[in-house]
């Protein structure tokens, strides 16, 4: 492997690791390195994938409770909702293809686009130290937010991001903290599930992992003591939105080609 792709693995994982710590979306980034450039086929890239996820997440999750930003006890339900939800997920996904589902998502996320940018204020909640779902809304909520992301998890954090600021009423950073942590929960499973069927490669997994390390640090101490990090979280979820929906309709491949 030459030394350049080196290079672009560590920074693309550090970008990669900067936008799902923030937003989402970043492994449309390290799954094009990881399959394009390192050339492993789709399902190895796919298990490779979740180191640096794993990665991000310590590091960010780090972070953000290093800064008083991550409250674990607080969003002990919710975190226990989704990572049970995903795990269910996760097993479907290893038996069912979802191929079909991928149509339906790139209309989901035009849907998303537009939510995003009505009333955009609703974003910039003031962090609320008493901010909670209702136990009977929230159950059943993040059960199927966590089935979806041990299913797809493409678009996790931008869904995760939607449920607890706007119907949670979160602040959006507090709401990227309790997002990277519970992704970071089930990622660790579903790595050990893909080492053990052997689709994981360590080496170029690694690679990239450095980077997103790094990334998912950088990000979360920014949000955590930069004053208008929401703002800025904001936009760069309404900027991967954009970048999401144009890649998902070919718009990329037919200005290349």
């Not at 996760?90 to 035009?110: G, H």
């Not at 970048?243 to 998902?248: E, F, G, H, N, S």
Request: include cysteine.
């Amino acid at each position: 492997m030459e030394w350049f792709i080196y290079f672009i693995a560590i920074f693309g994982g550090l970008v990669a690791g900067i936008i799902n710590t923030l937003s989402g979306f970043g492994s449309a980034i390290t799954l094009t390195i990881l399959s394009e450039m390192m050339g492993l086929p789709g399902n190895l890239a796919n298990g490779s994938n979740r180191i640096g996820v794993v990665a991000q997440g310590l590091s960010g999750s780090f972070s953000f409770y290093q800064n008083g930003k991550l409250k674990i006890k607080k969003h002990g339900l919710l975190i226990f909702c989704c990572f049970t939800g995903a795990m269910l997920g996760v097993w479907v996904a290893l038996n069912v293809s979802n191929e079909q589902f991928r149509t339906v998502f790139k209309y989901l996320m035009i849907a998303v686009f537009f939510v995003l940018l009505i009333r955009p204020k609703r974003w910039l909640n003031p962090p609320d130290a008493h901010a909670r779902l209702n136990p009977w809304l929230a159950i059943p909520m993040f059960l199927a937010l966590g089935f979806y992301g041990g299913f797809i998890q493409m678009g996790m954090g931008v869904f995760f991001l939607l449920i607890t600021v706007l119907i949670g009423k979160f602040n959006i950073i507090e709401a990227n903290a309790v997002k990277g942590f519970t992704v970071l929960l089930y990622s660790i499973v579903v790595l050990a599930i893909f080492h053990n069927r052997g689709l994981v490669d360590w080496k170029a997994g690694g690679i990239i992992a450095i980077g997103q390390l790094m990334g998912g640090y950088f990000a979360a101490n920014f949000a955590s003591k930069f004053p208008k990090a929401d703002i800025w979280a904001y936009r760069m979820l309404v900027i991967i939105v954009i970048l999401a929906i144009l890649q998902l309709f070919g718009v990329f491949a037919f200005i290349i080609g």
